[in-house]
């Protein structure tokens, strides 16, 4: 399985991007899938996440400004956030747990991040 994460830019204050987290490869099940960040010289840290049975959980930071979900058609899992703040701005990364169908191996992997620069 491959994560492909784009919709990052640069915005202002108060201004929104929408981030994708597409998975591709062998048939397999996604136990759940998180956002991560990591602004420059910090750790990486926990954004938001989505269960397969849609529970969802964020960050106290992102909270009531971002909203995680996902198109299960599509394997795909959305990040939109909404009134971007400076302190927002990192590389974003998305994870996956999951189980390959036919083999019953479980998995984690990360996918590349994408850029997010929230301007003052």
């Known amino acids: 399985v491959q994560l492909q994460a784009s919709g990052g830019g640069l915005v202002q204050t108060g201004g929104y991007l929408r981030l994708s987290c597409a998975a591709s490869?062998?048939?397999?099940?996604?136990?759940?899938v998180g956002w991560f960040r990591q602004a420059p010289g910090k750790e990486r840290e926990f954004v938001a996440s989505?269960?397969?049975?849609?529970?969802?959980n964020y960050a106290d930071s992102v909270k009531g400004r971002f909203t995680i979900s996902e198109d299960n058609r599509k394997n795909t899992v959305y990040l939109q956030m909404n009134s971007l703040k400076p302190e927002d701005t990192a590389v974003y990364y998305c994870?996956?747990?999951?189980?390959?169908?036919?083999?019953?191996?479980?998995?984690?992997?990360w996918g590349h991040g994408t850029q997010v620069t929230v301007s003052s």
């Open positions: 989505i269960s397969s049975a849609g529970s969802t």
């Open positions: 490869g062998r048939t397999f099940n996604m136990h759940a």
């Open positions: 994870n996956a747990d999951g189980r390959y169908q036919l083999s019953g191996r479980t998995f984690n992997i």
